[in-house]
């Protein structure tokens, strides 16, 4: 069998390279849609799509998957059809094989080699799914992080006269971030003829986050009995208050066991190494 060992460093640098400069357009993606302010960038998600589309895949695989990831598709807030997100499945698993390939093709014995290639395909076979639950476990984060202001923004105003769809028409105009986006979205189906019990149950199911349906379960609740709204969101704010700091109390609980895996695995490796080669060395060499 031809040695093509000398290519395999060539594979190696190309697929850290197209990894590199994937990770250096995203931060890039990122400075420039913080320096622009309210302009609205083009995401790295729509610029991919027509190589997605373009992606010849079986069709009852494309079916299936795309079947499999419509409902999270939707919770993480990305604009793709079922479709594109299994071609996208489809083309890292491609990558993957072909990656792998060129690490075993001149190495077929080499138990390293072997290694990098089974975690290359695992990674292409588990990155696509990551990449989504980390966006809905992102877009939850900063939907619970901003609805507590938000609701103080509702109830200021319920308290300072206006009615209900106006106040929070008002308040969802320039209310930043993922959750104003959603809000605003609500408020052109409550315009569109919609109830708005109708509007903020769709909102609710439509996003990951146990605040959001709480805040639409009071909202319905308090039309229902007939209370004042303005003191049911103060009270609604105040419990979604203590619920954050409770959940970064429990965060902060968590790290010292989290942080036992890098010391393990990591720090402890390299301290056995600096402090028992010297003897060890010494030993079997017989000085």
């Given amino acids: ?10 594979a190696i640098s190309l697929s850290a390279a197209a990894a590199a400069a994937l990770i250096g357009l995203a931060l890039a993606e990122s400075i420039a849609a913080r320096r622009a302010g309210p302009r609205r960038q083009v995401p790295l998600s729509t610029r991919l799509l027509p190589w997605l589309r373009a992606a010849a895949m079986p069709a009852g695989l494309r079916d ?3 079947a499999s990831a419509a409902g999270r598709l939707i919770t993480a807030g990305v604009a793709w059809e079922p479709n594109d997100f299994a071609s996208l499945r489809w083309l890292a698993q491609w990558a993957g094989g072909a990656i792998s390939f060129l690490l075993l093709l001149g190495r077929t014995g080499d138990l390293v080699f072997w290694f990098l290639a089974i975690l290359t395909m695992t990674t292409a076979a ?6 989504l639950s980390l966006r809905i476990e992102r877009r939850q984060r900063d939907l619970d992080r901003r609805l507590p202001d938000f609701l103080d923004r509702v109830s200021l105003a319920l308290e300072a006269g206006l009615g ?6 008002r308040s969802a105009h320039r209310f930043p971030g993922r959750l104003g986006e959603e809000l605003r979205r609500m408020v052109r189906m409550i315009d569109r003829g919609h109830t ?6 769709e909102m609710a199911a439509r996003n990951p986050s146990d605040d959001l349906v709480a805040f639409a379960a009071a909202v319905r609740q308090s039309d229902r009995l007939g209370t004042s709204l ?19 109390q429990e965060a902060g609980r968590r790290l010292p066991v989290l942080i036992v895996f890098p010391l393990v695995f990591f720090f402890l490796p390299a301290l056995l190494i600096v402090y028992l080669a010297p003897p060890l060395l010494h030993l079997f060499l017989g000085r």
Wanted: hydrophobic share 45%; glycine share 2%.
């Fill in 230 to 248: 303005a003191r049911t969101l103060r009270v609604q704010s105040d419990l979604l208050r203590a619920r954050r700091k409770r959940r970064a």
């Fill in 164 to 169: 209900f769809e106006v106040a929070l028409r």
């Fill in 126 to 131: 588990t990155a696509p799914n990551l990449w």
């Fill in 1 to 10: 069998m031809t040695d093509l060992t000398p290519v395999l460093p060539l």
């Fill in 196 to 201: 708005r019990t109708e509007a903020m149950v």
């Fill in 64 to 66: 299936r998957w795309g």
